[in-house]
């Protein structure tokens, strides 16, 4: 296929909203209601998919990931661009179509982007969103005593083929933003073990990661579900500090299916900590996923 074929066919199935303006110009455009947030997410061939995976789960995996960290801000989907580089050996009408399927799924209509050739199939999605009510949260702003909580279970994701089919949590962004209680709040998506530690520095603090109270999803299979839950990565589960004192309300108040749970503290040292079997405080251990750059 060629590029204005695929360009073609992607403006055939957009939906642009009245009042904006999108495919077919040099920039899309949008006139703001609110507080904006703007995020891109990246997903490469051989590191976040397989060469034989499913073209519509891996477009629906671009478009649910970069969807993820709107909701972890507590902000509601507005629009999208997508940067596609393309080999032939993949579909890029059916790529674009779970991508598309998955924005119009949450309301983010697609604006613009850009496609181009290349070795290994990448896609990159940037996504803006507005404040679900009256502020956004941040990875910052939380402080030493904090509760830290996730919003469902843990690991799995790979070994179960789940992380091909994020769920962005939006009604939960919206209804943590919307609580005085939390203060700060990201997705989960290379693992509680790297995550965590990433939320704590963010406001200054350390954590102490309590491994036997998370969650265990039901796709972990083995012994050491603990560890799993910790480290496996790409649940796209929102994790939050909360005031402790507030913890027990906050649980009562808590409406949704997916049990919330405490997972940890935020200290005021800076070292990240665990808690282990025995009970005992001890150095982190335990990573999640990290990104190898090579030079």
């Known amino acids: 296929m060629r590029e204005n074929d695929l360009i073609r066919a ?31 997410d990246t997903i490469v061939e051989g590191v976040h998919f397989l060469a034989g995976d499913d073209p519509l789960l891996v477009g629906r995996k671009a478009a649910g990931a970069a969807l993820s960290d709107l909701a972890a801000t507590g902000a509601k989907p507005v629009g999208a661009v997508v940067s596609l580089s393309l080999p032939g050996r993949w579909n ?5 179509d779970g991508l598309l399927a998955e924005l119009t799924r949450h309301g983010c209509p697609l604006l613009g982007g850009d496609t181009t ?9 940037t996504v803006w969103g507005e404040a679900a009510g009256s502020r956004l949260l941040h990875r910052d702003g939380a402080a030493a005593g904090d509760l830290l909580i996730v919003t469902g279970p843990l690991g799995g994701s790979l070994a179960s083929g789940r992380h091909l089919r994020p769920e962005p949590r939006f009604a939960e ?32 603090c350390g954590c102490l990661l309590l491994p036997n109270q998370v969650p265990i999803h039901a796709d972990v299979s ?3 579900g603990a560890r799993s839950a ?19 309300h906050f649980q009562l108040s808590w409406p949704f299916a997916a049990r919330v749970a405490v997972v940890g503290w935020l200290t005021p040292e800076t070292a990240h ?23």
């Not at 055939?12 to 891109?40: F, K, N, Q, Y």
């Not at 890029?92 to 674009?96: E, F, H, I, K």
């Not at 910790?230 to 027990?248: K, R, T």
């Open 273 to 295: 900590t665990m808690e282990d079997d025995l009970g005992r405080r001890v150095p982190l251990t335990l990573r999640g996923y990290e990104h190898p750059l090579t030079a």
């Open 92 to 96: 890029g009408v059916q790529v674009m």
């Open 117 to 125: 050739g290349g070795q290994q199939l990448t896609i990159s999605v």
């Open 173 to 204: 962004g919206a209804w943590l933003a919307a609580s005085p209680y939390v203060h700060a709040a990201m997705d989960l998506s290379d693992g509680l073990a790297s995550d965590a530690p990433r939320l704590a520095e963010a406001s200054g």
């Open 222 to 224: 083995g012994p050491d």
């Open 230 to 248: 910790c480290c496996d990565g790409e649940d796209f589960e929102l994790l939050a500090a909360i005031s402790a004192e507030h913890w027990p």
């Open 10 to 40: 992607i403006r055939a199935h957009a939906v642009v909203p009245a009042g904006m303006r999108g495919i077919g110009d040099d920039c899309c455009e949008w006139t703001p209601a609110g507080r904006t947030c703007l995020s891109v």
